[in-house]
């Protein structure tokens, strides 16, 4: 309906009916000022008697402003409501006149207005007067020519959900949710005081918390992209720190084992890893120093029989060796010193190679003379034969040596061996500063006194019979004839010359 003021005045014969009808708000004017302005104003006679219309006495026996039960508007021919106020006044005689202003509005009108309570478009609203009509509803705007109850529907459930809850559904604002058809709704419902009007409005759950999941369900990925990115890089950066710390440890764990040849040297970014991997890179490099003075098999041994560090030693079945060079004496003083020690140097590696190969531990270099133990610091299975191979490769070798050396106009060392097998008292002796890993008793002297007796006999390599006897005949050997007399020793021994491979 077109928006006016309309004025009635009775008086004993007829009634005036004046009309003034204003510019839409939605008009075409631009100017603020020319909204609800007036457009033109009918009046005319008429037949119509305002004290008898609802709202006029509603608002006399009230006697207070208030919004009227809905009643017909004449000119839109359909529903609407008023706010009626009743007042008096004097009329130029003085006379009292009651005098009733009511604004009314169509529901149809009103319904358009709720609409805008429905929120994103996918609920609905809906305003239900006090004695439980639909006044208003944005759900289904028309003309309204009949009050509806809320009958069916969406707010046929939440009204029989209200009314369920008894004053207090229809007295107190109420918030819940409402299964209907099988989807979930939103239920918002609002007392409007002084009416005893309820607006009541409804959105499906999916459409209302839709949004809402979906950026929950963003935020919950973004943050898994997040861990999973800084999990990533904590992995990486942890690798980069734990993957040289285990290399490092594995280049201990071969330090403590005395394996000192080829260690890889760790590189990093982080400067307490470079300071690790020096450290470690010079205590390997210390030990290879001192292994040069202590053989390695015996620290070993040590270390895995959990020795301590001090004067001790027990009793061990060994078979030692003794060397010496043959007339070194003579050679040393006819070479220059220089010339001499390379040339001792270059047998001494080749012996201790052959003596490692068979198992042997070099005990200690004297002069030109070697000390080795088989059986010690570690049982040694087969002791006797291992020493007495050994002592032929060496000749064997010692032999291709020597050729080179005479090709070269140098000294030839020809190498004199004495083998002897028995009990003797092997471990760490010395003092409480400064320790040496030996063997001591008889059976060291005997091994000693057996190689100088090659020069009295003219022979290369001699053993005992206690070393002959642990060869089983597996070689070749020839019995001294006569019983031998060592030196600083009362008692004779019989002794063999190691010949060859059986």
């Not at 928006?3 to 075409?28: C, H």
């Not at 973004?222 to 720190?241: D, E, G, N, P, Q």
């Amino acid at each position: 309906p077109e928006p006016m003021v309309r004025q009635v005045l009775r008086d004993a014969q007829f009634s005036t009916d004046t009309r003034e009808y204003k510019q839409p708000p939605d008009g075409d004017g631009d100017d603020p000022r020319q909204r609800y302005a007036t457009v033109r104003i009918e009046s005319f006679r008429s037949d119509d008697d305002p004290v008898h219309e609802d709202w006029f006495v509603q608002a006399l026996e009230a006697r207070h402003a208030l919004w009227t039960a809905p009643f017909m508007l004449g000119t839109a021919k359909e529903l609407g409501i008023g706010h009626a106020r009743p007042s008096k006044r004097r009329d130029d005689e003085g006379a009292a006149q009651t005098l009733v202003v009511v604004a009314g509005v169509s529901l149809g009108h009103l319904s358009n207005l709720v609409r805008v309570f429905g929120g994103t478009g996918h609920g609905h609203s809906a305003l239900l007067s006090a004695d439980h009509h639909v006044i208003a509803r944005s759900d289904q705007p028309h003309v309204v020519r009949a009050l509806e109850d809320p009958v069916g529907g969406v707010l046929g459930a939440l009204h029989a959900h209200m009314l369920a809850n008894g004053s207090r559904g229809w007295t107190e604002d109420m918030a819940f949710s409402l299964v209907h058809d099988g989807e979930r709704y939103k239920v918002q419902t609002s007392h409007i005081p002084s009416t005893g009007w309820r607006l009541v409005s409804w959105e499906p759950e999916d459409a209302l918390l839709g949004g809402l999941h979906r950026n929950v369900l963003w935020s919950l990925l973004l943050t898994l992209s997040f861990l999973a990115v800084a999990l990533f890089i904590s992995l990486r950066l942890s690798k980069l720190v734990t993957a040289p710390i285990e290399n490092l440890s594995r280049t201990a764990r071969r330090i403590g084992r005395l394996e000192l040849d080829d260690l890889p040297r760790e590189s990093s970014r982080v400067f307490e890893i470079q300071n690790l991997s020096q450290a470690l890179d010079d205590s390997a490099r210390s030990l290879q120093a001192f292994s040069k003075f202590v053989p390695v098999d015996v620290i070993k041994q040590l270390v895995a029989e959990g020795h301590a560090l001090a004067p001790n030693g027990s009793p061990r079945r060994v078979t030692a060796m003794f060397t010496d060079v043959e007339g070194f004496t003579s050679i040393s003083e006819s070479m220059d010193a220089d010339a001499l020690m390379r040339q001792l140097t270059a047998y001494f590696n080749l012996a201790t190679r052959v003596f490692a190969r068979h198992g042997g531990v070099v005990d200690k270099f004297m002069g030109d003379g070697i000390m080795v133990l088989w059986g010690a610091p570690a049982d040694l299975p087969d002791a006797e034969y291992r020493a007495c191979i050994a002592s032929l490769e060496l000749h064997d070798e010692m032999r291709a040596l020597n050729r080179k050396w005479r090709e070269e106009g140098l000294q030839e060392f020809r190498t004199r061996i004495g083998i002897h097998t028995g009990v003797v008292i092997a471990g760490v002796l010395g003092s409480s500063d400064r320790l040496s890993y030996t063997a001591l008793g008889d059976v060291i002297n005997v091994a000693s006194r057996i190689e100088s007796t090659n020069k009295q006999l003219g022979t290369r390599t001699l053993i005992s019979q206690a070393t002959f006897e642990g060869l089983g005949g597996r070689l070749a050997t020839r019995r001294i004839e006569e019983l031998v007399e060592l030196r600083g020793r009362q008692t004779r021994m019989v002794l063999y010359e190691l010949v060859g491979s059986a």
